[in-house]
Structures are given as structure tokens and as C-alpha cells.
């Protein structure tokens, strides 16, 4: 199962050859990543009302516990992203959950019912979980690995290498 993320582009997302900027790509699944993993001022920690409710168990306020550090990114292009007003789909899941990190996979698609459909972008990115008081990873709960685990689907294969 996978969870759909709109996220809608910004007039400064593009470089001078009229497509999203390839360091633009980064703040976009980070956004997503955002909206989809954290909790905010705006909902409950506990009951993580957010975009990807269930999925919504870290807790992004300043000074919480657990920081979600980026040990690992790659991205693959697969066309270029032009502005479009429509936000894009940006499918997330879980490709592996391991004692302390996470790996989350992207497919950066058209706008949900664009036609045709245009695969944008795979990515993916190793979260590691972070004790912020001693600086250290910190091992996945319970609560977490039950709100990703039914997000779970092989990771990205990766072609252009």
C-alpha cells in the first residue's frame, strides 16, 4: 500500500530551463516526507491527525524527542518536471524497516488523473531515528513499526546506474 502526497510546486521550484530544479526535487519528497511522517503544532501526537494519519507518528514539533536524520539519498530523473498549477502525486512507501532507520521510496508523478500519466522521478531515502538528547540512534517502537509496516512494498530498483 502506498500513501498519495499532493505537493504543488512553486514558481521558484523551476531553473532557468523551465522544469524543477534538481535540488528543488530534495525539498519536495522532503515535504512529503514531512507531511506524511510528522506530527505538527496543528494535530496530536497521539492520535497523529495529519495527512498520512496513521503514518503520522514522529513527533516534528521543535524540541521533541526523536530527530529523523537523512543518512541516505538517491534520486533517479526520468523527465523533466515542467510547472503545472495541479499538485503532483508523490507516492510514498516503506521499503525497509530496520532496528533504528527507515527507508522511504518516491514515485514523482503527474498530478493525479493527468492524462497521460508522466513518471516523473523513483527516490528514496534512509531516515535514521535520533535520541536528541544523547545524539544517538534510537531503536524503532512498537507504535512506529505498526503505523509503517502496512506500507511496506519492495524498494526501488534504481536503472540508470
Do not use: K
Not at 528543488?24 to 497523529?48: K, N, Y
Not at 488523473?113 to 544523547?134: K, N
Amino acid at each position: 500500500m502506498r500513501l498519495n502526497v499532493p505537493i504543488r510546486l512553486r514558481w521558484s521550484d523551476l531553473d532557468a530551463y523551465g522544469h524543477v530544479n534538481n535540488a528543488e526535487m530534495l525539498r519536495l519528497l522532503e515535504e512529503a516526507r514531512i507531511l506524511a511522517l510528522w506530527t505538527t503544532d496543528e494535530t496530536d501526537v497521539d492520535s497523529g491527525e495529519a495527512l498520512g494519519a496513521s503514518t503520522a507518528v514522529l513527533d516534528g514539533r521543535p524540541g521533541a524527542d526523536t530527530l529523523s536524520l537523512i543518512a541516505r539519498q538517491e534520486i533517479e530523473y526520468l523527465a523533466p518536471i515542467p510547472y503545472q498549477r495541479q499538485p503532483l502525486d508523490i507516492q510514498m512507501w516503506v521499503g525497509a524497516i530496520g532496528g533504528a532507520s527507515l527507508d522511504l521510496c518516491y514515485e514523482v508523478r503527474s498530478p493525479a488523473g493527468a492524462e497521460p500519466g508522466t513518471l516523473y522521478a523513483r527516490a528514496a531515502t534512509t531516515i535514521v531515528l535520533v535520541d536528541a538528547a544523547s545524539g544517538r540512534p534510537r531503536r524503532i517502537n512498537e507504535r512506529e513499526r505498526a503505523a509503517w509496516s502496512p506500507y511496506q512494498e519492495p524498494r526501488i530498483e534504481f536503472h540508470r546506474r
